[in-house]
């Protein structure tokens, strides 16, 4: 099997923790890509889960301002429905 080089660009600090970390594992970046890459196409999927968690303060501010709007809603429902007649 013939190899190709393939270039990425990434930030310098995670490059380098990704450096320490596989060669703990006892492997080069380039074989943790390549590892990471027969995974994918093995599966036909990438191989660990992606989502766009929100952080728990976010998910706090986000609960409080819901919180905040209904209790306003309720307080003011007569008025609301007064507007709609």
Known sequence: MA???VTIRMDRDLKKEADDL???LGMSFTTAVT?????AV??????FD???RQD?????????VERIS????DENKIAYQELGK
């Open 3 to 5: 190899n190709i080089n």
């Open 42 to 47: 093995r599966e036909k999927r990438i191989p």
């Open 70 to 73: 209904n209790k306003f809603l």
């Open 50 to 52: 992606i989502s766009l």
């Open 22 to 24: 596989f060669r703990q």
């Open 56 to 64: 728990r303060a976010k998910a706090a501010t986000n609960a409080e």
């Open 35 to 39: 590892v990471f890459a027969q995974q």
